[in-house]
């Protein structure tokens, strides 16, 4: 088996992209990081996860983006959207935060001998963010290619986004034929520290509105319905 290093925030994109790789035969390395965010509970969702789907490996990592990158999802001060998506970057983006993961999972393939990094991206039904679009994901492999050891040396590196194209219902139902239980996942940006989701932010109306579109049942565990 192939390995393969999987960004697991242990949001409902990440675990089905996990569930994909694993699919697709690859040995998985999950790799989770700790930047500072407000929704830690989701820390705690990569790790149920990650022991749900037996990976061969778990690593968590700990940065401090809190100095670096102004957003409301490291900063309290600032309010989480409440309304649903809008148009635009939203005050949840969060600067470099996939260009900094991305290169942390690029290191660790190189230790691994591994050529294929999956991150859960998608641009159909998400928060707007400038790092989950296919334009930046084909630089940022053309980037990986020229800075890395293995790429130099004809071992190309490729970036693996297999949800970027679809809707949230699809995403969904892929990861039921796959077995996989999202009520392991969380969604929210301000989850509380049990894990319930508050059901008005950005992220839970794009969760709720994809499980709907679905017609499956939603096992979320919500604060308010």
């Not at 035969?25 to 749900?52: K, M, N, P």
């Amino acid at each position: 088996m192939k390995n393969a290093i999987v960004l697991l925030s242990g949001g409902l994109d990440s675990a089905t992209t996990l569930a994909i790789a694993q699919h697709d035969g690859f040995s998985c390395y999950a790799l989770s990081i700790d930047y500072g965010q407000r929704h830690v509970a989701e820390l705690a969702a990569a790790a149920r996860i990650g022991q749900s789907l037996q990976v061969s490996d778990h690593q968590f990592l700990k940065l401090n983006l809190t100095v670096l990158a102004n957003s409301a999802l490291t900063d309290a001060s600032l309010a989480v959207p409440m309304h649903g998506t809008s148009t635009g970057v939203p005050v949840t983006y969060v600067p470099a935060r996939n260009t900094i993961m991305l290169s942390l999972a690029l290191a660790w393939a190189e230790v691994l001998s591994s050529q294929d990094i999956f991150i859960g991206v998608t641009a159909v039904d998400y928060s707007g963010y400038p790092d989950c679009r296919p334009d930046y994901i084909h630089a940022f492999e053309k980037m990986a290619n020229l800075a890395t050891k293995a790429g130099r040396e004809g071992r190309e590196l490729a970036i693996h986004t297999p949800l970027i194209d679809l809707p949230k219902r699809d995403i969904i139902r892929r990861g039921m034929e796959l077995g996989l239980d999202y009520s392991l996942t969380i969604s929210c940006y301000q989850a509380d520290a049990a894990g319930y989701a508050c059901g008005l932010c950005d992220a839970c109306h794009i969760r709720r509105a994809g499980f709907e579109s679905a017609n499956i049942p939603d096992p979320t565990h919500y604060q308010h319905q």
